[in-house]
């Protein structure tokens, strides 16, 4: 069955930095496309990137756009958002999502989610 | 600044019907922007329901269906059981790599 695991969330200084993992399992990981969504507390769900299966291309939201990278290891199965320059309003639960593949544009399967929090 | 728009929360009776919508501050939903829907309780990740507009998640009860109505996407909720009390989100694909999230519809069955 399908399994992706959040890791490396934590409390971080506003500036600071922080980067997460998604271990992912269950399926063949290099074939699919990947995203994080965030969910600040008690707020909706906010698309944050989008990664080729591949690697070949990235897309940001403009809110994380210069700050967030999204990386993977093909090799380690593993999906990373680099997280820089970090804001209170970054804070909230990052999720880590397959694509559903096929073209179908949606995410299919979710992780139980990382909390970041940035605070003094 | 695209914003896609769902009411804020909505009321059912159990056994009864209800339809939520995604719009567009500007323009109107097609089938071309593979509108999707997700359902999520506090505390949990979200769970798929529907994707491209119309087919429904592998084990998603058949009580759930998606639709375009009007100029909006469409999710409907037909013989609402007490569990379906979640909030309710959809996503648009904008095209170019993006993504965007309705801000959500928090349903209550009562």
């Known amino acids: 069955q399908v399994q992706l695991v959040e890791s490396g969330g934590g409390v971080v200084q506003p500036g600071g930095s922080l980067r997460l993992s998604c271990a992912a399992s269950?399926?063949?990981?290099?074939?699919?496309?990947m995203h994080w969504v965030r969910q600040a507390p008690g707020k909706g769900l906010e698309w944050v990137a989008f990664?080729?299966?591949?690697?070949?291309?990235?897309y940001n939201a403009d809110s994380v756009k210069g700050r967030f990278t999204i990386s993977r290891d093909n090799s380690e199965n593993t999906l990373y958002l680099q997280m820089n320059r970090l804001r209170a309003d970054d804070t909230a639960v990052y999720y880590c999502a397959k694509d559903g593949g096929g073209g179908n544009c949606f995410f299919d399967y979710w992780g139980q989610g990382a909390l970041v929090t940035v605070s003094s | 600044q695209t914003v896609v728009t769902q009411e804020p929360s909505f009321s059912v009776s159990p056994g009864g019907t209800v339809t939520l919508t995604c719009g567009l501050s500007s323009g109107s939903v097609s089938t071309s922007y593979y509108p999707s829907w997700y359902q999520q309780t506090p505390g949990q990740a979200p769970r798929t329901l529907i994707y491209r507009t119309y087919t429904r998640s592998s084990g998603v009860p058949d009580r759930f269906s998606g639709s375009i109505l009007g100029n909006k996407a469409a999710l409907t909720v037909t013989g609402a059981q007490a569990e379906d009390e979640s909030d309710y989100y959809c996503?648009?694909?904008?095209?170019?790599?993006?993504?965007?999230f309705g801000g959500g519809t928090k349903l209550t069955v009562l």
């Open positions: 990664m080729r299966s591949d690697g070949s291309s990235e």
């Open positions: 996503a648009l694909y904008m095209g170019s790599g993006i993504w965007v």
């Open positions: 269950g399926f063949t990981f290099p074939s699919y496309n």
